[in-house]
């Protein structure tokens, strides 16, 4: 009673008189012979014929018999059978371990998922269907399968044609399959396997990546994503508040001037600028004419070092316009502007500030006689050193972002052609 | 432990439990009934056909926290296939059946009561229609008739609660809630019985002192 | 975490790095100095 036997017997197939094996004796109900195709009744003890063969035998890609062990057990190839749904077709290893009972080795073409009986019934949940705490979604419609070819052994009476309808539900990683027919419902789980665990397992050729992800397949980016989103979250954050802190300016000067409108230029000059930040200083210079209206002030603007006169130029605009038209009154123009100088070197500074008044002369107005009073506007200047440049942070948040929006976009992509319907 | 001699071949015959009439004779296959102090020879009992069954007389294990030797069992046959019943004697006496079917098992006890007003039970023992999707509440747990078949018995060995001759018919209803418990009502001799339970595998019932194959290494679980 | 997500974190570090560096030396490619001519051919207000 303690003596060791083996598990697979040899028998002799009554049609072709081939030798077969029997790998699961007491298990196995239908035998198809690997020779001629005939269907063999294994619950028989004289194992008679059920069915003939209905196809050419064509041989697995994992021959019967292989022995291969996944997740650290062993396993052997005892049936295998090719299911189709009209438009595409796969294929599913019986795998078999007398301590642990059968599984399905499902073969899509491109990856492999082992399948496995469920004994209690997943729950319905608002979003989908509930198993082990986790929660799967249908993915696509209700389908019919059929057999299309069959080999091996199996533990029901297994038929070419024999039909079940198939409502798939996925999540990451995972799948749960409900088969029925008229007489029974059951379902499997199935676990996505990783690239090269099952060729190498079984020995069979490694397979290339080309063609669509199956729908339970996880994407590949969103590990990826989640860390990049975090990490640019993270910078973001971190940009904003060395922005907040860093933002400080300093008011260096301040005067108010006076321009003629429509008369030449005037040039005032404001002494003793002095920047003291050796790495360089951005400098802002806001011009106000709060007076102008229909007119426009050109503020032409020079730093000058006092020291070795070298220059740096600017020029503010400040305008206004108003009228009225078929729908109401309208204004435009900004009677405040600025200019900004970057990086400008230390040392003592003068601002010359060059002033010209216009008046603007629109469709149908008449032009200022030359003979009215002259129209004196005031101009306030005001040079601010300090601050942070908006364009500067734009461009860095967007530098921090374009790689969360590459990997986003990679995979919707992914995402997409995962949930494409199959033609 | 009973210990006492087969009428028929005089081989040394062991008795684990006190309590069941029936014990097949290792050697000449000789159903030995037991009344009393008296062992009676009736009939021979068909080998049990080889199989690839990992479990085997004398396997331990545990379940509901009592554990449990595999002491006898009875094969079935039906028109699809065949499955086995092992019988489970309990530490404390009691017994129970681990069914094993397409490498799954039922552990079941039997109801203390037939459950006589479950419709289920009443259809199968008035022989009335019963169809696959019938609800059945047994003991206040919810099943569905998922299995239902015509089998007769092939053949049987060990101690066993009954005469289990070869030819034997019975017809037996599988019931399965949404949980992982089961149900199996079956009809034999005219006589209805209940069992409940629920669906386990091997490694959850800590399985020891399984069968060994030559060609197959332990289970990680059993290792 | 992966190699891509290293090289993406310390990219962050050098773009933050880079931000500081403007800041303190008041460096900008934005800093308009000299936009005159652009504006001198579009006086007047846009409306209609």
Not at chain 2, 183 to 197: C, F, L, T, W
Request: include cysteine; hydrophobic fraction near 45%; proline fraction near 5%.
């Amino acid at each position: 009673m303690t003596e060791t036997a083996a598990t697979v017997r040899a028998l002799t197939c009554p049609a072709c008189g081939g030798t077969i094996a029997l790998r699961a004796a007491g298990y196995t109900v239908s035998l198809v012979c690997e020779h001629c195709g005939t269907t063999l009744d294994a619950a028989d003890p004289e194992v008679r014929v059920i069915a003939a063969a209905s196809a050419a035998m064509t041989r697995p890609e994992i021959p019967l018999g292989t022995r291969g062990a996944l997740d650290g057990e062993q396993w052997e190839v005892v049936g295998y059978l090719e299911r189709s749904d009209g438009e595409s077709g796969w294929s599913e290893y019986l795998l078999f371990n007398p301590y642990l009972g059968y599984a399905f080795l499902l073969d899509d073409g491109r990856r492999f998922s082992l399948g496995w009986l469920l004994d209690r019934l997943p729950e319905s949940a608002v979003d989908g269907l509930q198993y082990a705490s986790e929660t799967y979604r249908r993915f696509g419609t209700p389908y019919k399968t059929w057999v299309r070819f069959v080999v091996g052994e199996f533990y029901w009476r297994v038929a070419v044609g024999e039909q079940v309808r198939v409502t798939d539900y996925v999540l990451p990683g995972k799948m749960l399959s409900c088969e029925e027919n008229d007489e029974e419902r059951t379902w499997t789980l199935l676990e996505l396997l990783d690239r090269g665990v099952v060729e190498r397992a079984f020995g069979i050729d490694k397979r290339g990546n080309a063609g669509a992800p199956a729908p339970h397949e996880p994407s590949p980016w969103h590990s990826r994503l989640i860390d990049a989103i975090i990490i640019g979250t993270v910078a973001a954050l971190t940009l904003l508040f060395i922005a907040a802190i860093g933002s400080n300016t300093h008011q260096l000067a301040a005067a108010d001037f006076t321009t003629t409108i429509d008369a030449p230029m005037t040039s005032q000059v404001i002494k003793g600028i002095t920047l003291t930040n050796p790495a360089g200083t951005a400098v802002t210079i806001a011009a106000r004419a709060d007076g102008i209206d229909n007119g426009w002030v050109d503020v032409d603007l020079s730093l000058v070092n006092a020291v070795t006169d070298q220059s740096y130029g600017g020029y503010v605009l400040v305008e206004h316009y108003t009228g009225t038209d078929s729908d109401g009154a309208w204004s435009e123009g900004d009677r405040r502007n600025r200019a900004t100088l970057s990086n400008v070197p230390p040392g003592r500074y003068d601002l010359v500030i060059e002033l010209t008044g216009h008046r603007w002369v629109g469709p149908g107005q008449s032009p200022a006689s030359a003979w009215g009073t002259a129209d004196v506007q005031p101009v306030s200047i005001v040079l601010t050193t300090g601050g942070v440049f908006a364009g500067n942070m734009l461009l860095a948040l967007l530098a921090i972002l374009l790689w969360p929006a590459i990997l986003w976009a990679l995979h919707l992509r992914f995402e997409q052609r995962r949930t494409a319907p199959v033609t | 432990m009973i210990n006492a001699d087969c009428p028929n071949c005089g081989a040394a015959v062991r008795f684990r439990s006190a309590d069941l009439p029936v014990r097949v004779c290792d050697y000449c296959r000789s159903s030995l009934v037991r009344s009393g102090e008296v062992l009676q020879a009736m009939g021979k009992i068909a080998e049990v056909p080889a199989d690839v069954s990992p479990l085997q007389i004398g396997t331990r294990g545990m379940w509901t926290e009592t554990p449990f030797e595999l002491i006898g069992r009875v094969r079935w046959r039906w028109a699809d296939g065949g499955w086995n019943e092992w019988l489970m004697l309990f530490a404390d006496g009691s017994t129970g059946w681990l069914g094993e079917a397409m490498g799954r098992y039922m552990a079941l006890r039997a109801l203390d009561h037939a459950a006589g007003r479950t419709g289920v039970v009443r259809a199968l023992r008035d022989d009335s229609p019963i169809a696959l999707g019938m609800d059945a509440t047994i003991d206040r747990v919810r099943y569905i008739v998922t299995d239902i078949k015509q089998a007769t018995c092939v053949a049987s060995e060990g101690e066993l609660p009954f005469s289990a001759p070869a030819g034997l018919a019975m017809k037996s209803l599988d019931l399965q809630a949404s949980d992982g418990r089961c149900a199996s009502v079956q009809k034999d001799r005219g006589q209805v019985s209940v069992y409940v339970g629920a669906f386990v595998d091997l490694a959850g019932l800590r399985a020891t002192n399984m069968r060994a194959f030559e060609d197959w290494p332990m289970p990680n679980f059993a290792a | 975490m992966s190699k891509s997500s290293i090289l993406y974190a310390l990219f962050c570090l050098a773009v933050i790095g880079g931000f500081v560096t403007t800041i303190r030396s008041g460096f900008s490619p934005f800093a308009q100095g000299g936009q005159r001519a652009f504006v001198h051919t579009a006086y007047g207000p846009t409306h209609k």
